[in-house]
């Protein structure tokens, strides 16, 4: 899952690099794009509580994904460029930290 994690940071790295610097609007059919692997990321979450936490708190991080989800498919279907790098930046990438913790590595390193 971390690799599938990592290889989902990057194609949102660049979409938001794309967007942020470079000021490319082509958002949604980049968005589109990576539709099977945030699928395929995002099963994981919904498949079992195999994280080591209470029923409680796995039910609400199904829920977080769920909406995320939801989010995401909504401003695809509206065309919401905004909307959309809001959910790769602040939903998804919260999900991906679960596996890949930049702050945590950069201490390590350190």
């Known amino acids: 899952m971390r690799a599938l994690a990592a290889e989902l940071r990057e194609k949102i790295d660049g979409i938001?690099?794309?967007?942020?610097?470079?000021?490319?609007?082509n958002v949604i059919e980049k968005?589109?794009?990576?539709?099977?692997?945030?699928?395929k990321f995002c099963t994981g979450f919904l498949q079992g509580n195999?994280?080591?936490?209470?029923?409680?708190e796995y039910q609400n991080l199904q829920v977080f994904v769920i909406d995320v989800l939801?989010?995401?498919v909504a401003?695809?279907?509206?065309?919401?460029v905004v909307w959309i790098i809001?959910?790769?930046?602040y939903g998804l990438r919260e999900l991906i930290e679960l596996y890949i913790d930049d702050d945590a590595e950069e201490s390590e390193d350190e």
């Open 50 to 56: 195999s994280y080591g936490i209470s029923e409680e």
């Open 31 to 39: 968005a589109k794009e990576i539709i099977p692997t945030i699928q």
């Open 16 to 25: 938001c690099i794309e967007y942020h610097y470079f000021k490319n609007e």
């Open 70 to 72: 939801k989010d995401y």
């Open 75 to 80: 401003a695809i279907e509206q065309e919401d």
């Open 86 to 89: 809001d959910t790769l930046d």
